[in-house]
């Protein structure tokens, strides 16, 4: 009976330990991607980093000229992901993130609480945007005092749709932490 005992001690093992990665899963958080959400981020980064330097244009979005959701949309479009066009739109679609990753979008109000501009997370502390006043596309810190006080949140289209978090929703105003 020993081969039995052994058996049956190494097959609980095995269930135990099964069990244990199952539950580990579910307290993984949202941040764990798939390949399939791993590449897509790379896309959305590589277009817009080829991006840089394009001229802005209001209402525009081809690499002719585009503005800060034009330039988001054209972004996406291109890793094959489709977005509204509008900032307002993008947020209200978005997936609301209180840390976001490269790729994920931030929101930004002109300081009215209304949101007015989007930027594409680009890691490292730096968003790439298009930006009005420098007339282009361009990769900017977002340690300066001007995003850190106009911040509304992020958003995600890049993971696939979960419970949101508490407390993290927009809405037509924009983002409510």
């Given at each position: ?8 001690r ?8 099964a069990?244990?990665?199952?539950l ?10 798939t390949?399939d959400?791993?590449?897509a981020r790379?896309?959305v ?20 000229g585009?503005?800060?959701?034009g330039?988001?949309?054209?972004t ?6 489709r ?11 978005g997936?609301?993130r ?14 009215n ?13 730096e ?11 361009l ?8 995003w850190q ?12 749709p979960?419970?949101?978090m508490?407390?993290?929703r ?8």
């Open positions: 009976m020993p081969i039995l005992s052994r058996l049956q190494t097959f609980g093992l095995a269930i135990g330990l069990g244990s990665l199952w580990t899963g579910c307290a993984t958080s949202s941040s764990h991607l390949s959400q791993s590449g790379q896309r980064l590589a277009v817009a980093e080829r991006l840089i330097g394009t001229p802005y244009r209001l209402g525009g979005e081809s690499p002719g585009m503005d800060c959701s330039l988001v949309q054209y996406y479009r291109q890793a094959g992901i977005l509204p066009r509008t900032t307002g739109e993008q947020l209200r679609a997936q609301a209180r840390q976001v990753l490269p790729g994920d979008l931030l929101f930004f109000h002109g300081g609480g209304t949101v007015s501009h989007v930027g594409i997370y680009a890691g490292r502390g968003m790439i945007h298009a930006s009005s006043g420098a007339g282009r596309v990769k900017t810190r977002l340690n300066q005092r001007y006080r106009h911040l509304l949140g992020g958003a995600t289209f890049l993971e696939r979960s419970a949101p508490a407390g993290s927009f809405n037509s105003d924009g983002f409510s932490g």
